[in-house]
Antibody
Framework: QVQLQESGPGLVKPSQTLSLTCTVSGGSISSGGYYWSWIRQHPGKGLEWIGYIYYSGSTYYNPSLKSRVTISVDTSKNQFSLKLSSVTAADTAVYYC????????????WGQGTLVTVSS | DIQMTQSPSTLSASVGDRVTITCRASQSISSWLAWYQQKPGKAPKLLIYKASSLESGVPSRFSGSGSGTEFTLTISSLQPDDFATYYCQQYNSYSLTFGGGTKVEIK
């Protein structure tokens, strides 16, 4: 059973960079056929896809966030990470990591989510 | 970007009711549509993929249909565990978007 777990600071100051890591267990991040993804949900709102990465390092980002987002992968640690720069209060959200299955194009495993608050 | 318009945004229903949620895409997405259920404080859970395929372990009262730009999620007989928020999600050319969500409330 694949499990994903987000980790990182719960509080980030405005204009700084938000950094989160997702640790994958129960399966190898280097398995083909999956993209490793970040999704966020503003308080009381819907879901917003941030981007995803293949184990080889290929990335795809939401165009609305692309200029501020970097997703990277560390296959040796079975982890992938999110960096979101120049954050504002509008970036306050629950951040989820999830596995995207390319063959049938869905998110099948999710982390529990972590709330990141942007505030001074 | 492909926009997904989900309706209604809120739905009040009783146990046993048949419930239908609609999702419309701003352009054709073939059948690359999934439905998720989310309960408060929890991650979304996959219900339906490729528009009409039921995820393993999901009760058969859930069904999906549609292709192109119009899709529906139907719950044939609403159960107490089904009160939640439902999201559609489309995939097209390495980009994906979610619908705005439908909250199913107790009437």
């Amino acid at each position: 059973q694949v499990q994903l777990q987000e980790s990182g600071p719960g509080l980030v100051k405005p204009s700084q960079t938000l950094s989160l890591t997702c640790t994958v267990s129960g399966g190898s991040i280097s398995s083909g056929g999956y993209y490793w993804s970040w999704i966020r949900q503003h308080p009381g709102k819907g879901l917003e896809w941030i981007g995803y990465i293949y184990y080889s390092g290929s990335t795809y980002y939401n165009p609305s966030l692309k200029s501020r987002v970097t997703i990277s992968v560390d296959t040796s640690k079975n982890q992938f990470s999110l960096k979101l720069s120049s954050v504002t209060a509008a970036d306050t959200a629950v951040y989820y990591c999830a596995r995207w299955t390319t063959r049938i194009r869905l998110f099948d495993y999710w982390g529990q989510g972590t709330l990141v608050t942007v505030s001074s | 970007d492909i926009q997904m318009t989900q309706s209604p945004s809120t739905l009040s229903a009783s146990v046993g009711d048949r419930v239908t949620i609609t999702c419309r895409a701003s352009q054709s997405i073939s059948s690359w549509l999934a439905w998720y259920q989310q309960k408060p404080g929890k991650a979304p859970k996959l219900l339906i993929y490729k528009a009409s395929s039921l995820e393993s372990g999901v009760p058969s009262r859930f069904s999906g249909s549609g292709s192109g730009t119009e899709f529906t999620l139907t719950i044939s007989s609403l159960q107490p565990d089904d009160f939640a928020t439902y999201y559609c999600q489309q995939y097209n050319s390495y980009s994906l978007t979610f619908g705005g969500g439908t909250k199913v409330e107790i009437k």
